[in-house]
């Protein structure tokens, strides 16, 4: 069965910091790129970054400089720090393999 499990987010203040988590199973995760999205009330989903099997990352403009995916093979995980957060950053995060998604985790950034 194919599970991506997100953790991490919450309420935090402009400025501050979340690492957002992915636990992945039931697919060949070293073999698969990840990838971080959101969606914000009202607003399309949007890629947020990704990373390749090789470890070749790429963002958004908006999240450049400030955000950093990694992923750990051995614990099938993916990460998303989040660092010098602003309001337009709340959203839904969700992780992404391919077709597969996790059921998202709430990142609201007050000001």
């Known amino acids: 069965q194919v599970q991506l499990v997100e953790s991490g987010g919450g309420l935090v203040q402009a400025g501050g910091s979340l690492r957002l988590s992915c636990a992945a199973s039931g697919f060949s995760f070293s073999r698969n790129a990840m990838a971080w999205y959101r969606q914000a009330p009202g607003n399309q989903r949007e890629l947020v970054a990704r990373?390749?099997?090789?470890?070749?990352?790429n963002y958004v403009n908006s999240v450049k400089g400030r955000f950093i995916i990694s992923r750990d093979n051995a614990k099938k995980t993916v990460y998303l720090q989040m660092n010098s957060l602003k309001p337009e950053d709340t959203g839904v995060y969700y992780c992404?393999?391919?077709?597969?998604w996790g059921q998202g985790t709430q990142v609201t950034v007050s000001s």
């Open positions: 992404n393999s391919d077709d597969r």
């Open positions: 990373i390749t099997i090789f470890g070749s990352t």
